[in-house]
């Protein structure tokens, strides 16, 4: 069994190093799809040993692109934040998501740990594709290409946001088997600024508005719930889900 890490990136020299190094130490190959980044993402990721292709569009054009020129039975949905644990081994079907272990400093940090570390002891009732707080990050190649061509093309285009949760969407049409999920497979470095996390997320919120009228409109509204959690777990999400929520709703409804 092969496999494949496709790293979308842009502008991401902070944290590609790391993400292709460990990558390579899981994988078969790693291809890194960059957005004509103009910093100093290509080098380091070339020199790290990644095989770079550039691409011009969206997020999820990066993802598919990178998908196409892979080889192997499996990809892996990396973002250039991530790095693999220990723990990623032992692939049972071709649906696989990823527990993330929260990495870095700061208020964003500690939110997004907590966030992370309630949900993902509930994942079995978060991998719901339509409400659930978890995405799986590995297919099977010949299922995730066939998913990506039922994506309409003018969201293909333009889709920055959230085509984690559309493809997953579509990978469930086709398949009908389980999803796994792999307990602290990833880290995931978590160290912007409050100011920044918002403003990501206002801008998450007004390329969500592409979705508008769409199948996926409820997924996206739905999958900001955690079912599953406790009243008492739920309160402890409050303050994250507000710094999320109340961004994304000022892009997406103004």
């Known amino acids: 069994m092969k496999i494949s ?8 020299e902070r944290t590609v190093e790391v993400a292709v190094k460990s990558a390579l130490s899981v994988a078969d190959e790693v291809i890194v799809v960059d957005s004509f980044s103009s910093d100093r993402t290509v080098e380091i990721a070339e020199k790290g040993g990644a095989r770079v292709i550039q691409v011009k569009g969206s997020r999820l054009i990066a993802r598919i692109e990178g998908a196409k020129a892979s080889h192997g039975d499996y990809i892996v949905n990396l973002d250039a934040d991530m790095y693999f644990s220990e723990n990623f081994k032992a692939f049972e079907e071709k649906v696989i998501a990823l527990g993330e272990i929260t990495v870095g400093k700061g208020v964003v940090h500690k939110l997004m740990s907590l966030d992370r570390e309630i949900t993902h002891k509930k994942w079995s009732e978060n991998l719901s594709v339509t409400s659930g707080g978890i995405i799986p990050r590995v297919y099977d190649r010949q299922l995730l290409l066939k998913a990506y061509e039922n994506i309409p093309a003018n969201l293909r285009e333009k889709l920055h946001a959230f085509e984690d949760s559309i493809t997953y969407y579509e990978v469930l049409k086709l398949y009908k088997g389980k999803v796994q999920f792999i307990p602290n497979a990833v880290y995931h470095i978590e160290d912007d600024t409050l100011f920044h996390f918002m403003r990501k997320w206002y801008k998450y919120g007004k390329n969500a508005k592409l ?7 409820r997924v996206i509204k739905e999958r900001k719930t955690r079912p599953g959690l ?5 309160m402890k999400l409050l303050l994250p889900t507000l710094i999320k929520g109340i961004p994304f709703a000022l892009g997406y409804y103004l």
């Open 5 to 12: 890490v496709v790293i979308p990136t842009l502008n991401s």
């Open 211 to 217: 979705l508008r009228g769409t199948e996926y409109e």
């Open 230 to 234: 406790s009243t008492t777990e739920k």
